[in-house]
């Protein structure tokens, strides 16, 4: 039987599930709540390299992305964030929608899953 790796885990969650060569991310948010589109995004983007490099994988191994967005007003401009930060040629799967999110200070909501 395969075993589950979880990082970072509490009492209701866990940051990243590894099982297999899979790594599962839950929604990943900015830190900085008071941020614009383009810093959250930023910040959110480094949360899941550090949660990928910790899982023994990176970006290039992504599989999907879901990118949930307080508005579609910030969809150019957090696509100008994720397009520089995203590796060409290895562009994962992708949706991108709006939610309401779990504070209404956050702007961006990022899942993903990866190959390891």
């Known amino acids: 039987m395969t075993d589950i790796v ?22 990943q948010v900015a830190d900085d709540k008071a941020g614009d589109i383009a810093k ?11 949660l990928l490099a910790r899982a023994g994988t990176d970006k290039s191994r992504l ?3 879901q990118i949930w ?6 969809f150019d401009a957090m696509n100008a964030v994720y397009d520089a930060w995203v590796v060409q040629g290895q562009t994962p799967c992708r949706a991108c929608g709006t939610a309401d999110l779990a504070d209404p200070r956050y702007r961006i909501e990022i899942i993903a899953i990866a190959a390891r």
């Open 63 to 65: 599989l999907s992305v």
């Open 69 to 74: 967005l307080k508005s579609m007003d910030d």
């Open 40 to 50: 959250q995004t930023r910040e959110v983007l480094a949360k899941i390299d550090d």
């Open 6 to 27: 979880r990082i970072d885990q509490n009492t209701r969650r866990s940051r990243a599930s590894v099982f297999g060569d899979l790594v599962f991310l839950a929604g």
